[in-house]
């Protein structure tokens, strides 16, 4: 994999088996390609940044490391870093603007978001009703505070975020807000001010984080401090997001190509916390406005969901091109499963029929699509804001409004390797726990009937005679 800071400017293979050089820069050119002839399709030109290949002096690699390395979170520390070949992969800074080359002199503020999938499964394979009704999100939080990653389970569901209801996609934010675990982080001028570092060591203050933000959100300085001004902020800075997230600043063929109906899949899950308040209110009708054909949120969401037959109905399609492999191993660079990541591949992606005629052809689309549509649902989203008076505005850099001043911005989207091929059984897997746990230990609770089944079924064996 690729290891790079948001504040870097390059990246340098991480190693494992001691690839060979040559190994190494087919590795970094199928990254390169794959943001370039693939992913670019699906965002758009100004919303991805593949970056290039480039060699360094060995001197400089190595030093380069035993500075970073005391930085490096703590689960990322047993992993050595490529000193031998000198290739490494030349990336913006994106917790600056991208909108122009030259280095922006005002203060800079970028908000980092992690959406995950938006979607509620619809696909016709999904074996647990649940799945149809409780978002993928919200189920894993309870298995991950279980297993100790997060102590507490986040009230954030990402379909209400992907929903264009600007009430639900604030309540969203706010709630990863005071929850942020690894899914937002905040950076003043490209230090991190919010946020998690790592697993554990989290900045979740909003009194701290108000004062980095009030510069930002009032410059004049006619707010007092207390509560009050806290909330405030927090609420402008809710606001700004939500319309950044709405802008449309790219055009691509992906705003052309619908891939399944939204409407095809509920439009909320259960499990949200917004939700449950409108219940408990005597509402049982959560709005879902739509996004904006032309904003990021869409264009993500329209790659998720690639995935319309659900982890459930692609395993078998899995096996499917694993038993053909077997059978035909030298087919596996025909089949393009490591590249070459080009027009070719990306045109293949484009079918969207989901009846299966039994061939490899289908299978293998539908794993590729599975694969784009993991790496969508894992991304992240770069916001990145500076103050601008109003005669400094010009048309040709997107602005922003709030209370008391305005901004111009740029929305960025990284982390788009490609999901391995071979970690579709773990996927599988992990699935089955993550609804098992949830039924179990989440939806019995509320349900005593579901919970008596669960008791006698840790207790007996069901046996089966003839009759």
């Known amino acids: ?78 992993k050595d870093m490529d000193t031998l070949s000198g290739y490494a992969m030349c990336l913006p800074n994106l917790t600056r603007l991208q909108t122009y080359r030259f280095v922006e002199p005002r203060p800079i503020l970028c908000i980092e978001i992690k959406p995950k999938c938006g979607f509620i499964p619809f696909s016709s394979h999904v074996s647990q009703e649940i799945k149809h009704k409780v978002c993928r999100y919200c189920m894993h939080q309870h298995l991950k505070v279980a297993n100790g990653k997060w102590k507490r389970p986040s009230k954030y569901c990402p379909v209400d975020l992907f929903s264009g209801n600007k009430q639900r996609m604030h309540f969203a934010l706010k709630s990863l807000l005071q929850e942020a675990q690894n899914n937002l982080k905040i950076f003043k001028n490209g230090e991190l001010i919010y946020g998690c570092k790592d697993d554990q060591e989290c900045s979740s203050d909003w009194n701290e984080l108000a004062r980095h933000l009030k510069p930002f959100f009032f410059p004049s300085n006619g707010l007092v401090s ?197 970690s579709i059984p773990h996927q599988y897997k992990l699935d089955g726990k993550i609804v098992n746990y949830y039924l179990k230990n989440v939806q019995a609770k509320d349900d005593p009937v579901m919970s008596s089944l669960f008791k006698e079924n840790e207790d007996c064996t069901l046996v089966l005679h003839k009759v």
Request: glycine share 4%.
């Open 1 to 78: 994999m690729v290891l790079w800071n948001r504040n870097s400017r390059c990246s340098v293979l991480q190693h494992a088996d001691s690839p060979t050089s040559e190994e190494i820069l087919h590795h970094l050119q199928n990254i390169v390609d794959f943001g370039k002839h693939v992913m670019k399709q699906f965002f758009g030109e100004n919303y991805v940044h593949h970056g290039e290949i480039i060699q360094l002096p060995l001197d400089f690699v190595r030093q380069l490391c035993l500075k970073i390395q005391p930085e490096r979170p703590e689960s990322r520390c047993d």
């Open 226 to 422: 207390g509560p009050h001004c806290t909330r405030t902020i927090v609420k402008e800075l809710i606001h700004v997001i939500t319309l950044t997230l709405l802008s449309s600043t790219d055009a691509c063929r992906a705003g052309d190509m619908k891939t399944v109906p939204v409407s095809q899949g509920r439009s909320y899950c259960e499990a949200s916390a917004f939700n449950k308040e409108l219940v408990r209110n005597g509402k049982h009708k959560l709005e879902s406005s739509g996004l904006p054909r032309g904003c990021l949120l869409y264009k993500t969401l329209q790659a998720q969901m690639l995935d319309m037959l659900d982890i459930e109905g692609l395993y078998p399609l899995y096996n499917r091109v694993e038993q053909y492999l077997e059978e035909f191993p030298e087919e596996r660079s025909t089949l393009q499963i490591d590249g070459p990541y080009n027009e070719a591949f990306y045109e293949k992606l484009l079918d969207l029929s989901t009846e299966d005629d039994g061939t490899i052809a289908f299978a293998l689309t539908k794993v590729q699509q599975y694969r784009i549509a993991m790496t969508a649902k894992d991304c992240s989203i770069m916001i990145a804001l500076s103050p601008c008076l109003q005669d400094e505005c010009s048309e040709q850099r997107p602005v922003v409004l709030a209370s008391k001043t305005r901004f111009t911005f740029s929305v960025s989207v990284l982390d788009l390797d490609l999901k391995p091929y071979e």
